[in-house]
Nanobody, 123 residues
Framework: QVQLVESGGGLVQAGDSLSLSCAASGRTFSDYSMGWFRQAPGKEREFVAFITWSGDSIRYADSVKGRFTISRDNAKNTVYLQMNSLKPEDTAVYYC????????????????WGQGTQVTGSS
């Protein structure tokens, strides 16, 4: 089992930056690829970003490419999501997830999930 705890959410203005963290505990964090997803009210959970266990492969949703950066520190058992140039449409609950992932954009391929952290953007 892996326990994931997100932090760093909050209320931001359009154009602001925010950094999310996801701390892992339990089984070996470095064994797993990690992803960030988000879910806005009334919408399905959507893929945001993905990073392999080694960090050698990274993927982003088109909607955040060039604005968000995913990274990880295996020594600290933590994955990060740096969000720049935030827009009101980035408002959502952000979840980190981990697993031995084959389809990085599919939430069903992740075994472990955090409880989520709210990011609210305003114009």
């Amino acid at each position: 089992q892996v326990q994931l705890v997100e932090s760093g959410g909050g209320l931001v203005q359009a154009g602001d930056s925010l950094s999310l963290s996801c701390a892992a505990s339990g089984r070996t964090f470095s064994d797993y690829s990690m992803g960030w997803f988000r879910q806005a009210p009334g919408k399905e959970r959507e893929f945001v970003a993905f990073i392999t266990w080694s960090g050698d492969s990274i993927r982003y949703a088109d909607s955040v490419k060039g604005r968000f950066t995913i990274s990880r520190d295996n020594a600290k058992n933590t994955v990060y999501l740096q969000m720049n140039s935030l827009k009101p449409e980035d408002t959502a609950v952000y979840y980190c997830a981990g697993g031995r992932v084959y389809m990085y954009y599919n939430p069903n391929h992740y075994d472990y999930w955090g409880q989520g952290t709210q990011v609210t953007g305003s114009s």
